[in-house]
């Protein structure tokens, strides 16, 4: 018997199993992110139930293999040793039971005592619409249990439900479960829900055995200051300090942050064990591109944080034709850091191992032109730049890197030190539309030095600015063969670039 064998496996989930096998196969390789997680088949969103087990990372997402657009919610899962080689697993959860009727929506993992993987999640069930036509969904909590590869839903669930909602809590915005195990060997979970009076709250619950939940306290509030609802918290401790992560709908920009309609925050607070409480100190966007949403974070065996989110846009996430084979693809796994007040993000070590040519060119002087750079081209790339003035008496005006770049398209990052400016812009990455497709973030630098790492892959560029303290990432949708690279100053600029090419 193989393992997963003894699952009694719902006509839905084998539906989706046998689809997304037929279908997969239809994708080639190099028609999909070199490095990054792409959905097997049709749509993925949030990244859920990330964690290790069994020796192995496990990320399951939100998931519509019929569609390359949003549908009823399966969790796709996939495998990974070092972060950056995937094995894709069948398809883990389908909507097939009462409370999940019509979607299992985003939650997380924990290994049990017994050695089992449990998945708890949000289902979500159909009730009428709002005043504006939109479907309501009752959402309550409910747990799976699995070994890795298969999950059978709990006969009990669902665990959590509006009766266990604070006053003024919405029932039909309660959703994405964060589960850990604290110290004492019982459990917590935070989950997102939306206050008639003050828009999104992380609520905590806690359990003695994982299976039997009750509400403790609202943990976070938004007060409505950071957007509307809040989605897919996170919540642990690094470096010393208590990290809260959200995400959240329909945001206003506040001068340079959350310049994204829907975007992701990290608080910093205190939090005291006694009560159970989260004094919040201070919050900031968590990444200032285009695309970045729901995050989720593990703890490696080794001891680094971990954080994957998905790299799409609610906002612009719709722009593709129904025929789209794949669509959605998670960022690059980043190892978080707390230091001088600033969550710091770099891609994980692990990446390396797929640098192969190394190209370095050392102090090129760069005066009011363009250039390109022998071997610094192609789609699947890292490349670190440090920049700064030749003159620092003279300050240049503006640099600006170009990439997946032919006579059509290119998508820029361009830094302005007057301003303290660093933008991305893909408006000429063949995008389908003009709608708007930059963001500008504040930076740091000395006197107009700064170091930029872009990690370029065939449909996206994360670019991690001063060694992590800023990140921008964006999708791009720029044909493959588009690989030029150059540089360009406005001003007098010098320019060193180490440039791998991936493989
Ligand atoms: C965030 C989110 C979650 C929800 C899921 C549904 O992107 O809206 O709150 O669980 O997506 O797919």
Request: with cysteine.
């Amino acid at each position: 018997m193989e393992k997963g064998d003894e699952f009694r496996l719902s006509a839905e989930l084998i539906k989706a199993r046998e689809y997304e096998c037929e279908k997969e196969v239809l994708i080639r390789p190099e028609d999909r992110p070199y490095y990054h997680l792409s959905s097997r088949v049709g749509w993925m969103n949030d990244p859920n139930g990330f964690s290790w087990y069994n020796g192995q990372y496990h990320l399951f997402y939100q998931y519509h293999p019929y569609d390359s657009h949003w549908g009823p919610m399966h969790w796709g899962h996939a495998v990974t040793e070092d972060f950056i080689h995937w094995e894709y697993l069948p398809c883990a959860m389908a909507p097939d039971t009462v409370p999940d009727a019509d979607g299992c929506f985003s939650g997380s993992a924990i290994t049990l005592p017994d050695g089992r993987h449990m998945l708890m999640y949000t289902g979500v069930v159909k009730d009428g619409e709002d005043p504006f036509g939109f479907t309501k969904l009752v959402q309550t909590q409910n747990l799976a249990f699995g070994d890795g590869i298969s999950y059978e839903k709990y006969s009990r669930n669902p665990v959590l439900t509006g009766k266990d909602l604070p006053e003024g809590g919405s029932l039909f915005a309660f959703r994405d479960p964060r589960i850990w195990k604290a110290e004492d060997g019982t459990y917590r979970a935070l989950a997102a829900n939306d206050n008639e009076d003050s828009g999104g709250q992380m609520l905590l619950f806690r359990s003695d055995d994982a299976l039997h939940w009750t509400f403790v306290k609202t943990f976070a509030r938004n007060n409505n200051r950071i957007g509307k609802m809040w989605e897919c918290p996170d919540f642990f401790n690094l470096d010393g300090q208590y990290v809260l992560i959200g995400s959240s709908q329909d945001m206003l920009p506040k001068e340079l942050e959350y310049h994204n309609g829907n975007g992701t925050f990290y608080m910093f607070g205190d939090y005291d064990p006694e009560t159970e409480t989260f004094y919040e100190r201070s919050n900031h966007a968590i990444d200032y591109g285009i695309d970045f949403y729901a995050p989720q974070t593990l703890l490696t065996p080794d001891g680094r944080r971990i954080m994957i989110g998905w790299m799409q846009n609610w906002d612009t996430c719709n722009l593709h034709v129904k025929s789209t084979p794949w669509f959605g693809q998670m960022s690059i796994p980043r190892e978080l850091h707390v230091r001088n007040g600033i969550l710091y993000q770099t891609p994980v070590k692990e990446l390396n191992m797929l640098r192969k040519t190394e190209m370095v060119h050392e102090n090129i002087l760069i005066e009011d032109r363009g250039i390109t750079l022998p071997g610094v081209f192609g789609r699947t790339a890292d490349m670190e730049l440090m920049i700064e003035a030749a003159d620092p008496e003279r300050m240049f005006q503006k640099f600006a890197v170009r990439f997946a770049e032919n006579e059509e398209h290119h998508t820029g990052v361009s830094f302005r030190p007057h301003e303290s400016i660093l933008k991305i812009d893909r408006k000429f990455s063949g995008s389908r539309r003009a709608i708007i497709h930059q963001r500008r973030a504040l930076v740091r630098h000395d006197r107009g030095k700064i170091k930029l790492h872009l990690l370029i892959d065939r449909f996206s560029v994360e670019v991690f600015v001063n060694d992590g303290e800023k990140v921008l990432s964006a999708t791009i949708n720029t044909d493959p063969r588009a690989d030029g690279i150059s540089f360009h100053a406005d001003g007098s600029v010098r320019i060193s670039v180490r440039h791998c090419h991936l493989k």
